[in-house]
């Protein structure tokens, strides 16, 4: 397959993924029902509310999850999704709350032309939240380049993504994978031939709980999100790609922190969600390692 090829499959896989999520997925994520508390939510309220920006693009809005609670902001929502369910929902939530429905549209991130306001001039603010796990790796720069673009100079960009650094902190199945693939790159050492070397890589898979975590399905034979393209980013690596986009302050925010490996979670959940959510500061250094998602931000100059 070419990258070409290799875009289309993967989109045409997302898609299918979310078209039976979008009536559940707020619940799911961002309810009081949620595993975890949105706090990437107020994370980006406040950043937006402090920028001042008057309009502002959710790029891959999903059911307006993040649309919706910025609607007490003083600007003009503007939101698109890959997932034709995604926009009906986003565009029946959002129609009460002031946004017109021709405010959001289908397209993807990986088009220039989806990020274009539909009458006029660049957004003050952009927004990507949730959606490059699932943009194939040659995709990265493309979509970093057209949050920038779609923004005026002095416009604020932010991408959020799934911290490739936190399989550090879990031992499972994700941290196996780090070490073989990112650190000891093993298919590289293998070249070199040693015969000892394959125990070595099946002893390293003791090392690790390996069942962890279990895999996410479908809900009714569709792809879940771990049998489509759900990718981690390293937050060191993607700061990097902002700078050389030409964005300027440039940060890395983090949320989502776990107090202890994930696994450990069942054995003292109450304890486990409120140690941490204790620690939620998005420019504390052990973000790195034990919070598992990441915002990076910055500005068009
Ligand atoms: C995890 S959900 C996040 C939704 C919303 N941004 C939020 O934060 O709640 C991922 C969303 O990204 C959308 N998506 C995936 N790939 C996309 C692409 N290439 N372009 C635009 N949207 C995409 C999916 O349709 C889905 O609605």
């Not at 950043?47 to 007490?72: F, N, T």
């Not at 009460?96 to 549209?105: A, C, H, S």
Request: glycine share 6%; with cysteine.
């Amino acid at each position: 397959m070419n990258d070409e090829e290799r875009r289309r499959a993967a989109e045409a896989a997302v898609k299918d993924c979310y078209s039976t999520w979008a009536q559940s997925y707020h619940t799911d994520y961002y309810s009081g029902q949620a595993a975890y508390p949105p706090v990437h939510q107020g994370l980006l309220h406040s950043w937006l509310a402090d920028s001042g920006a008057r309009s502002v693009l959710d790029a891959g809005c999903g059911p307006a999850s993040m649309l919706r609670h910025l609607a007490d902001l003083q600007a003009d929502l503007y939101g698109f999704d890959l997932t034709p369910e995604m926009v009906n929902e986003a565009r029946r939530v959002m129609k009460p709350l002031g946004t017109p429905p021709e405010r959001i549209w289908e397209g993807s991130v990986t088009d220039p032309a989806a990020f274009r306001r539909p009458n006029r001039g660049s957004f003050d603010a952009a927004i990507c939240i949730g959606v490059l796990p699932h943009v194939p790796s040659e995709c990265d720069e493309t979509v970093i380049h057209n949050l920038r673009d779609s923004v005026r100079r002095g416009g604020l960009i932010a991408l959020e993504a799934r911290n490739q650094l936190f399989a550090l902190f879990t031992l499972n199945r994700y941290s196996y994978d780090f070490f073989t693939n990112e650190l000891a790159q093993t298919e590289q050492l293998k070249r070199a031939e040693n015969a000892g070397l394959e125990a070595v890589l099946s002893g390293l898979q003791d090392r690790f709980r390996m069942d962890l975590p279990p895999v996410r399905s479908g809900k009714s034979g569709e792809p879940g999100y771990d049998e489509v393209l759900s990718r981690t980013h390293n937050p060191l690596l993607l700061k990097q790609q902002f700078e050389d986009a030409g964005l300027s302050q440039v940060e890395v925010l983090f949320y989502h922190f776990h107090c202890l490996p994930p696994m450990f979670e069942e054995k003292l959940p109450e304890f486990f969600r409120t140690q941490s959510l204790a620690m939620e500061n998005p420019r504390d250094w052990r973000g790195y390692f034990m919070a598992s998602a990441f915002i990076v931000v910055g500005k068009r100059t």
